[in-house]
């Protein structure tokens, strides 16, 4: 079993950045395929982007567009969610989640998650 905890939310303006980080404990993160998902206000949870447990492939939702990069440090147990070009619709809680099947973009398949970290965005 894994616990997740992300980092990294907060208020910018549109056009700024934010670094979004999930600490892993309990299980190597090695062991887990990762993903960060979102949810706004008064919507369902989204998927952002996915990566592999090597972090040698990722998958990104469309709307991403370029904008955001997912990494991972297996040494340092952690995730990221690298966001440029933030724009007021990329306003919601961003959820880091774990995955002991392959990386996908259903929710569906992710066995862990953490509590979120919420990004607002103001134009």
């Known amino acids: 079993q894994v616990q997740l905890v992300e980092s990294g939310g907060g208020s910018v303006q549109a056009g700024g950045s934010l670094r979004l980080s999930c600490a892993a404990s309990g299980r190597t993160l090695r062991t887990y395929a990762m993903g960060w998902f979102r949810q706004a206000p008064g919507k369902e949870r989204e998927f952002v982007a996915a990566?592999?447990?090597?972090?040698?492939?990722?998958n990104y939702a469309d709307f991403v567009n370029g904008r955001f990069t997912i990494s991972r440090d297996n040494g340092k147990n952690t995730v990221y969610l690298q966001m440029t070009s933030l724009k007021p619709e990329d306003t919601a809680v961003y959820y880091c989640?774990?995955?002991?099947?392959?990386?996908?973009?259903?929710?569906?398949?992710?066995?862990?998650w953490g509590q979120g970290t919420q990004v607002t965005v103001s134009s």
């Open positions: 990566i592999n447990r090597s972090g040698s492939s990722t």
């Open positions: 989640a774990a995955t002991s099947g392959t990386y996908s973009s259903d929710s569906q398949r992710y066995n862990y």
